[in-house]
């Protein structure tokens, strides 16, 4: 099973900016959808956003276009881009997978039902994210 890095996670100022990273164990197929997950303890898990495996990405409402998903598959890594931070945003950030079976063609996000955490199988060991006012 892939596994997956999370990195770059920190403490900034509100209005702020960090970039997380996610590098995966092997190449990161066209069946495996990928996405961003976070959590703040004692509260649900809400997905950020996901990309699929034909490029196609979807993003929570809460993010408001402060937050860009980019992949680079040559580099197996998985990327979150967010900005102009709020302390609401404080959380533990995860990167997840999601790989459907070999008679898929690829992972499609929207049949995948991305915005539902459970939908992913695959999880990488979270980094923080501390957001202050």
């Known amino acids: 099973q892939v596994q997956l890095v999370e990195s770059g996670g920190g403490s900034v100022h509100s209005g702020g900016s960090l970039a997380l990273s996610c590098v995966a164990s092997e190449a990161i197929s066209r069946r495996v959808c990928m996405g961003w997950v976070r959590q703040v303890p004692g509260k649900e898990r809400e997905v950020v956003g996901a990309i699929g495996g034909d490029g196609v990405i979807a993003y929570a409402d809460f993010e408001k276009g402060r937050f860009t998903i980019s992949q680079d598959v040559a580099k197996r890594t998985l990327y979150l881009q967010m900005g102009n931070l709020k302390p609401e945003d404080s959380a533990i950030y995860y990167c997840?997978?999601?790989?459907?079976?070999?008679?898929?063609?690829?992972?499609?996000?929207?049949?995948?039902?991305?915005?539902?955490?459970?939908?992913?199988?695959?999880w990488g060991q979270g980094t923080q994210v501390t957001v202050s006012s």
């Open positions: 997840a997978a999601a790989e459907v079976g070999p008679s898929v063609g690829y992972c499609d996000i929207y049949y995948l039902g991305w915005a539902r955490a459970e939908n992913f199988g695959t």
